[in-house]
Structures are given as C-alpha cells and as structure tokens.
C-alpha cells in the first residue's frame, strides 16, 4: 500500500531557528506532492505543492520544499521561524495512478517559543 | 465564495444513533473528499467522489455512506454510531483534469467535532 511517512512527529524550536520536516512516501511514479498546515483551530491549509518542473518550491510564509526523486522525499524547510509558525504540518502524496487520491502522513507538531 | 462548508461544526452522538455530516462547496469542483483525523492521526480518507453520481470507498470506509447527487453537495452518513468513530471530520474539493490529476490543491472546510457515547 502506498504510504507517507513524517519521521519528525512533535518539533520543538526557538524562534529564529531553522527548520526541516522530513517527508518519504513509498512509491516511485508519477506524483503530485503537498504540503499544508493546519493553525491552532483552524482547518487545514495549503503551504505549497510540487506537480512538475523546478523540484525546488516555494510557498507562502517563507517556506519551501524540495522534492528528491531518488530519496522519494519531499523535505519542507524554513531558514527562521516564528512564534506563528506554530502549526501541525501534514505532508500528502497524490499518485497519478490513483484518481486524485491523496495519502497524508501522520503530521509533525511544531512549536515555536518566543 | 465561501469555499467549502461544513455542518455542523460539533456533534454528541449516543451509541447506536445516526447522523449525517453535511458538505457544501462553490467552486465547481469535480472532486470531493471525506477524511477523519484522529488525535495525533494523519487524515484518512473514508470516501470520494469524482463527480455528480459517483463515489468510491477510500481508506476507512466501514460504519459510513456517501452520495453524490449534485456537483455542490457530497454528505457523509454515519449508521450505528460506535464510539470508535469519535474523530474530527474534514470534507475537501479538488479539480482534476480528464486524467484524473490534480490541477489544483484541495480546499477543507473547517471540520465537524463528533464524539460518540
């Protein structure tokens, strides 16, 4: 079965650190890959997304990602973050073979300390 | 535009009840999605639609039913309520092409709150 994995599962960072969030999903064809991020009682929103092209993205909010065919990964990544990056960040796989399904993995909390 | 909303927003469900989770969205969107998430969970999608008329079983179908009758509305029904389906409820809508790939990402509604008892 197809899978999505976010090796990171609760992150804790202070503000102006860096960020990675890993990302793996377990199939090797063609797919489409996102993440989004759901606020403190909001609902879940897009970051960013990979269809094609350059495999380096950007998003809003500063962040950008990285999609490594050969690893399977889709790392997301922010150089400095902020106390309102406070967020739980899901990663989610579309695999073309699969009529716009997607698969999301289990999500990493961040929490950023002022 | 109001995107995709979600009624209603919390729900008490004894055992044994039924209920159904309404879903709207405005956008014309060819593809909708139910998904639960459980604490700590990633999202798992229970059904799907690709068009008016058409739904498929997703990852966790068991214990629900969905229709399809117009492209706005995409409802998700909950037979015999067990407390194993405690969990948020998201519903979503996406654009596909002919091919069935996202053109688009998915938009979420804000989520239905049910606890079962």
């Known amino acids: 079965a197809q899978s999505v994995s976010q090796h990171n599962h609760h992150v804790i960072l202070s503000e102006a650190a860096s960020l990675e969030l890993g990302c793996n999903y377990s199939y090797g064809g063609t797919v489409n890959l996102f993440w989004y991020v759901q606020y403190p009682g909001q609902h879940l929103q897009l970051l960013l997304k990979y269809f094609s092209g350059d495999p380096l993205v950007k998003g809003i909010k500063g962040f950008e990602a990285e999609f490594i065919k050969s690893k399977f990964s889709f790392n997301l990544r922010k150089p400095s973050v902020q106390w309102s990056d406070t967020a739980e960040y899901f990663c989610a796989v579309t695999y073309n073979t699969n009529a716009g399904k997607s698969t999301f993995g289990d999500g990493t909390t961040l929490t950023v300390k002022p | 535009n109001a995107g995709v909303t979600q009624t209603p927003k919390f729900r008490i469900l004894k055992i044994g009840q039924s209920m159904t989770l309404q879903c709207t969205q405005d956008?014309?969107?060819?593809?909708m999605y139910w998904y639960r998430q459980d604490p700590g969970m990633g999202l798992k999608l229970i059904y799907y639609?690709?068009?008016?008329?058409?739904?498929d079983k997703g990852e966790v179908p068991n214990g629900y039913n969905v229709s399809r009758s117009t492209t706005e509305d995409f409802p998700l029904r909950l037979e015999l309520a067990a407390p194993s389906q405690t969990s948020v409820y998201f519903c979503?809508?996406?654009?596909?092409?002919?091919?069935?790939?996202?053109?688009?990402?998915?938009?979420f509604g804000p989520g239905t709150r049910l606890t079962v008892l």
């Open positions: 639609s690709v068009g008016a008329g058409i739904t």
């Open positions: 956008m014309n969107h060819n593809y």
């Open positions: 979503a809508s996406s654009y596909s092409d002919i091919a069935g790939r996202l053109t688009d990402t998915q938009y």
